[in-house]
C-alpha cells in the first residue's frame, strides 16, 4: 500500500522558514517522481515543486522559484521542501504526491498545514 506522510507544518512569521518532509512506503522509491502542492483556503490546489527520484530532475512554480527548494534522500525514502523567505500568501495546506512522472500524481498524502502571518 502506498503512504504519504507530510510533516513539519507549522505557524511561522513572514520571512521565516520551514521545512516540510514527506516519508514514502509502499513503492519503489527511486523509480517514482513526489511533488508538492498546495491548497489554500478558497483556492484551488496548485502544484509547488517536484522532483524526479531516479535523476533529480527538480520542478518549481514561479511563485516559489528562488524561496523554496526541494530534495529527495533516497536512502530513507523522504523527500524534503525547504521553505524561506515565507509570504502570508504562501499559506495553505502542502500535500505530498507521488507517481512515475511530475505530470500526473495518483497518490497523496493527508496533508500539512502552513501559516504564515504578516
Request: net charge negative.
Amino acid at each position: 500500500e502506498v503512504q504519504l506522510v507530510e510533516s513539519g507544518g507549522g505557524l511561522v512569521q513572514a520571512g521565516g522558514s520551514l521545512r516540510l518532509s514527506c516519508a514514502a512506503s509502499g513503492f519503489t522509491f527511486d523509480d517514482y517522481a513526489i511533488g508538492w502542492f498546495r491548497q489554500a483556503p478558497g483556492k484551488e490546489r496548485e502544484g509547488v515543486s517536484c522532483i524526479s527520484s531516479s535523476d533529480g530532475s527538480t520542478y518549481y512554480a514561479d511563485s516559489v522559484k528562488g524561496r523554496f527548494t526541494i530534495s529527495s534522500d533516497n536512502a530513507k525514502n523522504t523527500v524534503y521542501l525547504q521553505m524561506n523567505s515565507l509570504k502570508p500568501e504562501d499559506t495553505a495546506v502542502y500535500y505530498c504526491a507521488a507517481d512515475s512522472t511530475c505530470l500526473g500524481m495518483n497518490y497523496w498524502g493527508k496533508g500539512t498545514l502552513v501559516t504564515v502571518s504578516s
